[in-house]
């Protein structure tokens, strides 16, 4: 775990500042006293007093998510995802930079960020952004440990809390509600990462420094409807950029956007662990989703289809 002063972290009770208060950065407490122990799994639960109102992901919904993404196939994505973060991040050259990935998940998206930063710090032409259209083959990787960048992972659900911890150890990892004040300090986050998560902009807004970044990663029209139909994951919202930017209000404006298109093939217990570990997972019937991978043919050709918006916020 990084120092204790690389976390702007806030008391998620009282919003004074937490530190770490024993050497294998296990406990967290603030000013007046309250304490926060990690789990076994690495992770720290601040979800306080009634806790949240929103359902959070299953551990089946998020195994299924493990499983696919740990296949490679979003891994141009979440190379896109690094790419775009990593000009505010290199910004920081004075001091460790600091990435906020709001609705972490299973940690994958994140970790390309801190693979793609610790590679830009070692060699600074590294940082400049490709097309993420061109398929270049597997992105460069650092090792796990080769974190050049405080990161907070925030997510609601200790399952999917308990991969990221593993994935990212050294990231302090934070079961939380986006939709309650974040657990940081103001001006203080270079980068925000929301990927296919919910969208805080106030508190984006608010944890930002001047010149961050908010990274966003929603669907385009088109995305997965080979198999979405058929599998009875939830369809696009129409309208959806619009609904972004009314989302982000008078808080952010918008500096670049990128469309990226991936032609899968994928595997029925591919297609099954896709239906499963989104949002449609909360509600999908896990035995006929198996009975359905079963009657599927060996391949599925399957179009994803994203959007990569970059947004700063607005003094």
């Not at 808080?251 to 595997?267: I, K, M």
């Not at 999908?284 to 916020?313: G, H, K, N, Q, Y």
């Amino acid at each position: 775990m990084p120092p204790a002063t690389d976390f702007p972290l806030l008391c998620p009770v009282c919003r004074n500042a937490l530190r770490f208060s024993d050497g294998r950065a296990r406990t967290l407490v603030c000013g007046a006293g309250h304490s926060f122990d990690a789990a076994k799994q690495g992770y720290f639960n601040f979800l306080v007093g009634k806790g949240t109102v929103f359902e959070a992901d299953s551990a089946d919904m998020v195994a299924a998510r493990f499983d696919f993404l740990s296949a490679g196939h979003y891994q141009r994505l979440a190379d896109a995802v690094a790419e775009l973060a990593a000009p505010a991040l290199m910004e920081a050259s004075a001091r460790r930079p600091v990435v906020l990935d709001a609705g972490t998940g299973t940690g994958h998206y994140l970790r390309a960020v801190l693979d793609r930063m610790a590679l830009s710090r070692a060699a600074p032409a590294l940082a400049v952004p490709r097309d993420p259209s061109a398929d270049s083959g597997p992105a460069d990787t650092a090792s796990a440990d080769g974190v050049s960048a405080a990161a907070i992972g925030l997510d609601i659900s200790k399952f999917a809390l308990r991969r990221a911890a593993r994935m990212n150890p050294g990231a302090l990892n934070v079961v939380g509600d986006v939709w309650q004040p974040l657990p940081v300090a103001e001006n203080a986050v270079d980068v925000v990462t929301v990927v296919f998560a919910p969208r805080n902009a106030p508190e984006f807004a608010r944890v930002l420094r001047p010149g961050g970044r908010l990274v966003v990663v929603t669907p385009r029209p088109g995305h997965l409807e080979e198999v979405a139909g058929l599998t009875g994951m939830l369809g696009i919202e129409p309208a959806k950029d619009e609904r972004l930017a009314a989302s982000l209000g008078t808080h952010f404006g918008p500096v670049e956007a990128r469309d990226l298109d991936l032609a899968l093939t994928l595997s029925p217990r591919d297609v099954a662990n896709l239906a499963y570990m989104g949002p449609a997972g909360h509600h999908l019937d896990r035995a006929a989703l198996d009975a359905l991978e079963a009657a599927l043919p060996a391949w599925t050709s399957v179009s994803a289809r994203f959007r990569i918006s970059v947004f700063e916020p607005i003094p």
